[in-house]
């Protein structure tokens, strides 16, 4: 069974007219963290967004209908809450509407959490993956564009990370997104289809997971209590803002012609002790840090080489500090709509 959300349907054409109907775009995912605000920029464009997303019990379904909020009042937007697993329901949609392009972004995330669900991941990241390919095949679809992981590299020795480095993930989770790449580039090989993929490097900003780890930080931050950090601090993140994820999404997506598999990053590095810094900033709040042993899946340094999506229009535009400080706003602002007598 299916629920649907949308406004008005749109059957007019569009900027990118065929065969007299406006061309549609299928984002699985689409009220995710970085689902909901692709879906925002695809409106923004003009382009009609059927959203696929089976509101999954790894954080509260709430803030995934916030997230969507406002793209469910928009004339182009259809919402079908269901299971990307579900090969009948897509077969439906692909039937109902004219879907040029798929993103692909519905799967379980996490590392660390993958560890005590490796089927499950493995069901949902790979199995998901191979029946949306089935079904894009036999809907005659040609594009689709499926958001893999810097975590596909595990402890990649030459940095910045290319992408013709060795692909060696160290956990459940990268494993699980490398296997989907490889279907991706099965099935494009044996039936044609242009199958694309982005290796995303850590997002962050409005909208961001509540599980990650700069959203905890700040939690944290806010209540008083004393940030856990594994090892000593040093580890090297490339966080990525949320926008110029959707940005790198886009280029790679959009560009006429693209390789298989692209890195989408900041290209920066940071170092956690270095964020906690610009945390302090932003909230004006000095934490009290517990270092405690480092995780045995988690790697040192990410870091993105970033050349193959700038040669598609890609430049990341925000810098570390500012990102923290947009996303340190949201959060307050969140907070204060959500604590009774503090809304404006
Ligand atoms: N956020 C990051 O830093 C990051 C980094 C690398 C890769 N990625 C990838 O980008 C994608 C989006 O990540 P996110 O951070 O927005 O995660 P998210 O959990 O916020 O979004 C994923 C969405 O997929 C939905 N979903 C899960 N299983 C589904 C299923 N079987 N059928 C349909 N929908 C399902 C969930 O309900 C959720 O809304 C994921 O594929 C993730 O692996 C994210």
Redesign the pocket.
Same mark, same amino acid.
């Given at each position: 069974m299916r629920e649907e959300r949308s406004g008005k349907r749109d059957e007019g054409g569009g900027p990118k007219a065929r065969r007299g109907k406006r061309r549609g775009v299928l984002v699985? *995912?689409a &009220? *995710?963290?970085?689902?909901s605000h692709l879906v925002g920029v695809l409106l923004e464009r003009g382009w009609r967004v059927v959203g696929?997303? #089976?509101?999954?019990s790894?954080y509260e379904a709430t803030f995934?209908w916030n997230a969507i909020e406002e793209s469910l009042q928009h004339d182009c937007f259809r919402l079908v809450k269901g299971? =990307?697993?579900d090969a009948e329901l897509l077969r439906s949609i692909f039937a109902e509407e004219h879907i040029s392009d798929v993103y692909h @972004? #519905?799967?379980? =995330?996490g590392v660390r959490e993958s560890l005590d669900a490796e089927a499950e991941y493995y069901q =949902?990241n790979v199995h998901?993956t191979e029946t949306l390919l089935q079904e894009i095949v036999f809907a005659g679809v040609n594009r689709i564009l499926f958001? &893999? &992981?810097?975590s596909v590299y595990g402890r990649s020795l030459s940095l910045p990370i290319k992408e013709n480095a060795l692909l060696a993930p160290i956990n459940p989770y990268g494993e699980s997104?490398l296997k989907a790449e490889l279907l991706c580039n099965t099935f494009g090989q044996k039936h044609g289809i242009d199958a694309r993929v982005v290796r @995303?490097?850590? #997002?962050y900003g409005p909208g961001a997971?509540p599980d990650m780890g700069i959203s905890t930080f700040v939690q944290r931050m806010e209540e008083g209590i004393p940030l856990t950090i594994l090892g000593d601090g040093k580890a090297q993140r490339d966080f990525t803002y949320i926008a110029d994820i959707v940005q790198g999404i886009l280029c790679v997506g959009m560009a006429s012609k693209a390789p298989h598999a692209v890195n989408v990053g900041s290209g920066r590095t940071i170092s956690i002790n270095g964020l906690i810094e610009i945390l302090s900033q932003a909230t004006g709040i000095t934490p009290l840090i517990e270092y405690v042993e480092a995780h045995p899946f988690d790697v040192a340094t990410t870091h993105a080489e970033i050349t193959a999506a700038a040669s598609f229009g890609y430049r990341p535009k925000v810098m570390i500090s500012e990102g923290i400080s947009r996303y340190v706003s949201w959060v307050r602002r969140q907070m204060k709509e959500s604590t009774p007598g503090m809304a404006a």
């Open positions: 699985t *995912g &009220s *995710g963290f970085i689902g696929l997303d #089976a509101f999954t790894d995934k299971d =990307v697993r @972004l #519905a799967g379980k =995330v =949902v998901g958001t &893999s &992981s810097s997104k @995303l490097f850590t #997002a997971r």
